[in-house]
């Protein structure tokens, strides 16, 4: 009988975690900005531009963190806008994702 039977689930379990947390930015798992940018302008029907930087996060929750998004609306020439946001999060569901 081994002294600590629960040690090994312990550590596996502790190596998932450290995993989930430095996977996402040490690898490349999104698409490229341009990809992300096309999919945003067909979704919001206006042009989007990306200045910062695209992250993924798994812990606590899963999100996209864009930074330096800039929305502006070229196609209609009545009611113009045009925003810049620092950070934009969105949280994403597990469910649909699978």
Known sequence: MPRFPYLS?????????MAAVIAPNAMRILPPIE?????????????????????????????????????SDKRRAAARFAATM???VADLDIIELV
């Open 9 to 17: 689930v312990i550590f596996l379990m502790l190596s998932a975690v």
């Open 35 to 71: 990809t992300i940018e096309a999919d945003l302008s067909a979704r919001f029907s206006a042009d989007v531009r990306i200045d910062g930087a695209v992250r993924l996060r798994f812990v606590p929750r899963p999100q996209i963190i864009i930074t330096q998004v800039s929305f």
């Open 86 to 88: 620092p950070q934009m």
